[in-house]
């Protein structure tokens, strides 16, 4: 509620002491803010956080099948280590972002609702996952009817708020200002919403693997979203650029530096050797919310650029089922394009080590922010 320390100002003009206060208005002061404040509180609770997960017995299963054997091997000493790490991230934010966001917003509030929404389907997921003793979770059926639900809420929220015009049914794509179809009706939108949310969702869930990859990559998707939500919601700026004007998206570089912030934070002590995981808990809600955010400023598409690595990391894991289930079908046994999926562990049993693979997926995941970033020049 920082936000209103501004209002302050207009009613003593003449005071030194309340003028300074004006510049709680400003959007860049408050995302610095929010992304200071999610660091500190994700600091100051982590090691409480993984102390009270070890004391509830909520440990990381590891996979141990025939076919995965090798990686067991790699992995095997993480068993046990403290999963659901994700809701020390997700308080971080929404603490965070109810200090120094405009309550005043319904993006901030869409965008809040969705980290909770998500981080409740990734706990049960989490839960069932320690309660069991196993990798299963929840069926991935009942995953994507879930965030199916969240992706007709947003459909519904934003062609139904009279503060949303008829830009939210448009595809935008990078390189061009106009939209590539001027408007997707009904039921392309909720379509379309529901591609870019599960998506989104399941992609940084993928990517969850190894220790600290999917909160350093989370951190720079999350920066470049935050740049992007400033621009769609300054209108001189969006009209210099020649890209979808959004009043309303300006307030969410707030949530996105407040994850940005918590990432650093929960990386403290995800970095190798992980002290703690963020689990389903963290990795479906960074997800949904990213998608969320793309969706909010009307680059979509763009987040296959920006969200490069995670991308990579779900194609892959769509190849291998895919390729998998032909050969099976044609040789009455199935074969597979890499070693292992997602990704990551394919270059871990090609014999890399685990932090090589972490720093070189966070240095594409770097590249990708700034190559996405790079297209709001060249419309």
């Not at 935050?226 to 300006?250: D, M, N, R």
């Not at 990391?313 to 394009?337: C, D, N, P």
């Not at 932090?355 to 996405?372: E, H, K, Y």
């Amino acid at each position: 509620m920082i936000y209103y320390l501004y209002k302050l100002s207009l009613l003593h003009p003449n005071q030194d002491f309340f003028r300074a206060l004006n510049v709680f208005q400003y959007i860049t002061l408050r995302a610095l803010g929010a992304a200071l404040t999610a660091f500190l509180l994700s600091l100051m609770c982590g090691n409480w956080t993984i102390r009270r997960l070890i004391s509830l017995k909520l440990g990381q299963p590891i996979r141990t099948k025939e076919e995965v054997n090798k990686l067991f091997e790699l992995h095997g000493a993480k068993a046990g280590t403290p999963t659901m790490g994700g809701v020390l991230m997700l308080g971080a934010v929404i603490v965070s972002s109810l200090i120094w966001a405009r309550p005043d917003n319904s993006f901030v509030w869409l965008l809040l609702f969705t980290l909770v929404y998500c981080g409740g389907l990734g706990f049960w997921d989490d839960y069932l996952k320690v309660s069991k003793k196993n990798s299963a979770g929840v069926s991935e059926r009942t995953k994507l009817v879930a965030q199916g639900i969240l992706a007709i809420i947003i459909t519904v929220f934003f062609l139904t708020n009279p503060n949303i015009d008829v830009q939210a049914r448009s595809l935008y794509m990078p390189f061009y200002k106009d939209p590539l179809i001027a408007n997707l009706g009904l039921v392309g939108t909720l379509g379309f919403f529901a591609l870019v949310i599960i998506g989104a969702s399941n992609a940084v869930n993928l990517t969850d693997g190894l220790d600290g990859l999917a909160a350093g990559c989370t951190c720079t998707a999350a920066f470049a979203y935050s740049i992007l939500a400033y621009v769609c919601g300054h209108v001189k700026v969006a009209s210099y650029l020649q890209i979808p004007f959004y009043p309303l998206a300006g307030e969410l570089t707030v949530i996105c530096m407040a994850l940005v912030g918590a990432s650093f934070g929960f990386l403290w002590f995800n970095c190798h050797p992980a002290k703690m995981f963020m689990g389903d808990t963290g990795s479906l809600a960074i997800g949904g919310m990213l998608g969320v955010t793309a969706i909010c400023t009307k680059q979509e598409m763009l987040l296959v650029v920006v969200g490069g690595v995670f991308v990579i990391e779900a194609v892959s894991v769509l190849i291998q089922r895919t390729w998998f289930k032909i050969t099976k079908k044609r040789y009455g046994e199935g074969r597979r394009v890499f070693l292992m999926s997602p990704l990551h562990h394919h270059f871990e049993l090609k014999g890399w080590k685990e932090n090589t693979v972490i720093v070189r997926f966070w240095i594409l995941s770097i590249m990708f922010a700034f190559l996405g970033l790079a297209t709001l020049k060249l419309r």
